[in-house]
């Protein structure tokens, strides 16, 4: 019998710790795959499983990637904030004239679908503008903040003939009125970057129990991976702390904002196999930030009594589904008993989602109910 405070979520999910977490992945920098700061955070994790008492391990895989220097848009002197469509190329200086009824040779301004990941729509205005000759795009994202959202790539992505950069709605007014504008984009391709999945494992039973969260993003993410990263790091502790049959595998993907590339390749690689996972928990993007639009999705219509009683008082309800969300939807498809949070908030993929977008008191009562239904799903396993 495990002693109540090994159990108690109270030891291990305490709102002041968990932001402690997302304050020190936010100060890290900004998480875009396969950077200087992405590979830090991979190590980062890696020591803390370590000293948690877990085996860990970097396991690295291959993107094509932009290491992104800076991007800039001038107009009459006055810079706006940018950023660029990925995947893009070293542009500039560039300087145009903004598109009046021509776009050939020009700047062009178009309203982006509302979404922080590539889609059909999205193509279907840029690519007759790309067919028209336009010089450049910019793309206004809606955004309920004002800032710009950046938009996720796909795992086969090429770089885009032209630099094409994202702005936030305000600035689309300005923008039209504007004759000319100077455009810029600085890094540099690699086409065989090199980033990691962390991977560590406590535990030594045949069945096992899998907690998998993104760790990239496009910039410091708090509150989009921050909940998700803090939460991970404090059911890694408490599961070292348990006296269990349970063996224990906790991933952190690398790859999300380039179509989920990491979670793809440990999938295709060290993953146990659906037959030996009693359950896994899949910690996506916003669970505990500030006007988040998030869902608690499951494939297993079993779990909707612990998942309903253990999440009552976060607002959240469950819901079964065979197609659920983000990277939630690769274990599903393959036949993992699977749950999981994810959504959007307000800065969601925007340069302004810093610490402030979540707190104590909101992260809290969501971790609690996640250790709660991992302890209550371990029981009957």
Not at 78 to 87: A, E, G, T, V
Request: glycine share 10%; aromatic share 8%.
């Amino acid at each position: 019998m495990q002693s109540m405070d090994i159990i108690d979520p109270q030891r291990f999910m305490t709102g002041e710790f968990l932001f402690n977490d997302v304050k020190a992945y936010s100060a890290l920098g900004e998480h875009r795959t396969a950077g200087k700061v992405d590979r830090d955070t991979s190590a980062w994790l890696a020591r803390q499983l370590e000293g948690f008492g877990f085996t860990s391990k970097l396991l690295p895989f291959r993107v094509r990637q932009f290491q992104f220097g800076s991007a800039s848009l001038v107009m009459s002197g006055r810079s706006i904030p940018c950023f660029p469509l990925w995947l893009p190329r070293a542009t500039g200086p560039l300087r145009a004239p903004m598109a009046r009824g021509t776009v050939k040779g020009c700047v062009a301004i178009a309203r982006f679908p509302k979404g922080g990941a590539m889609t059909a729509a999205h193509r279907a205005v840029i690519q007759p503008l790309v067919d028209q000759g336009a010089a450049a795009i910019i793309g206004v994202t809606p955004s309920d903040s004002g800032e710009l959202v950046a938009v996720n790539s796909t795992a086969d992505a090429e770089p885009w003939s032209l630099p094409i950069l994202l702005v936030g709605p305000p600035e689309e007014m300005n923008l039209r009125g504007a004759t000319d504008v100077a455009i810029s984009i600085q890094g540099r391709e690699e086409p065989r970057a090199e980033a990691f999945e962390t991977v560590g494992e406590i535990g030594t039973g045949k069945k096992r129990i899998v907690i998998s969260t993104p760790s990239s993003g496009w910039f410091h993410c708090a509150g989009e991976r921050g909940p998700g990263i803090a939460m991970w790091l404090a059911l890694a502790r408490w599961s070292s702390h348990r006296e269990s049959n349970m063996r224990y595998t906790f991933v952190a993907s690398s790859g999300h904002e380039l179509g989920e590339q990491g979670m793809r390749s440990f999938l295709t690689g060290p993953a146990p196999q659906p037959e030996e996972t009693g359950v896994w928990l899949h910690l996506g993007a916003s669970i505990a930030a500030r006007g988040s639009t998030r869902r608690l999705m499951t494939n297993r219509t079993e779990w909707l009594p612990v998942l309903s009683r253990n999440f009552s008082s976060t607002g959240l309800q469950p819901e079964v589904t065979d197609a659920p969300a983000g990277e939630l939807a690769q274990l599903a498809k393959l036949g993992y008993r699977c749950f999981g949070i994810a959504g959007g908030h307000t800065l969601f993929h925007s340069p302004g989602d810093l610490p402030v977008t979540t707190s104590a008191a909101l992260l809290e009562p969501v971790g609690q109910a996640l250790l709660r239904t991992i302890a209550d799903l371990e029981s009957n396993l």
